[in-house]
């Protein structure tokens, strides 16, 4: 039955389960998080780590975190990837159009670091056969604003060694297990035999995700995104996450699209930025 139902999640966070003629999701208040998808008929899209905390003031594992206003850990900012994913967001609007899209609208209470009003932040998920989710920015303000965003999607995956990520050959980008120094993409497909950590720049392009192991191919397509990282911890930083099994990361690979780095945004005054990210998934076999 399509609908949405309000519910305590884990650690008594409030969530919100969705039910399309397609698909059942659920997003948490804390962090306009996503924390599940499936598409009827096939396994979860989305990864969520057995060992993640539900708790206010930390991130949850797994699911789509939003990153913002920095990505990564700036030696000026505190903590890493800003602290929106931290906050309790607020349901706004509950839509369900005629064909069944159910589409959920959360906003960011007003948050002094984001000079309270000025910079207001709105998350909006249509939930159908696939999902999309936009990340708004607006400044209302009468100075310019800089800042990163990144939807930092996990994927759930069948097995890591036979994954293939396709779709950024060619493209420059910024390794974060060598300091950050640039390269060039030459693979046509991205294979997994280590820690990947790297920001690609540059790169408005979609993502195919081939998911060998479970016979299915997962496409990431997206609007006003000029980044794409995409990350695996492998066995030692697994083994060092706490909110994150040791063997998890052979069923997870993250491929999150948004503007870092370079890409990053500075919105002029009475601007709006819109991150958009489609996901939608098809079997192979
Ligand atoms: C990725 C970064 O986007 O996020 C990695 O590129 C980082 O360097 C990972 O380890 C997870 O970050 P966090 O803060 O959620 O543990």
């Known amino acids: 039955m399509t609908g949405v139902t309000f519910l305590t999640g884990s650690g008594g966070l409030p969530k919100l389960e969705i039910t399309t003629a397609w698909s059942t ?28 905390r539900f708790e206010s003031g930390v ?18 900012k505190p903590g890493q990837h800003g602290f929106v994913r931290n906050r309790s967001w607020t349901l706004k609007e509950i839509k369900t159009t005629d064909d069944g899209i159910v589409t959920t609208r959360l906003i960011l209470p007003p948050d002094p670091e984001l000079r309270a009003d000025d910079i207001t932040v709105e998350y909006e998920v249509a939930f159908s056969d696939g999902l999309s989710a936009e990340f708004i920015v607006t400044n209302k303000s ?15 995956i069948g097995d890591i060694h036979s994954l293939r990520v396709v779709g950024l050959q060619g493209v420059t980008y910024l390794d974060a297990l060598d300091g950050h120094q640039r390269k060039t ?12 950590d790297r920001a690609y720049v540059n790169t408005p392009h979609r993502v195919e ?38 063997e998890e990361y052979q069923r ?16 002029a005054p009475g601007g709006i930025a819109s991150l958009k990210v489609k996901l939608s998934s098809e079997a192979t076999a």
């Open 209 to 246: 995700i081939h998911d060998t192991a479970r016979q299915r191919v997962i496409r990431v397509e997206k609007t006003g995104s000029a980044s794409t990282v995409v990350w695996n911890p492998w066995i030692a930083k697994a083994k060092a996450m706490a909110d994150f099994g040791n």
């Open 25 to 52: 999701a659920e997003i948490y208040l804390h962090g306009a998080h996503v924390t599940y998808f499936q598409k009827r008929g096939e396994p979860p899209l989305l990864f969520l780590s057995d060992q993640s």
């Open 142 to 156: 009468a100075q310019a604003y800089a800042f990163e965003n990144c939807l930092h999607t996990y994927f759930a």
């Open 59 to 76: 991130p949850i594992r797994g699911g789509i975190p939003i990153i913002f206003p920095w990505f990564g850990k700036p030696a000026d």
């Open 252 to 267: 997870m690979v993250c491929v999150e699209s948004g503007n870092v780095a370079e890409n990053q945004i500075t919105l």
């Open 185 to 196: 993409e030459t693979a046509e497909a991205i294979r997994f035999a280590g820690e990947v």
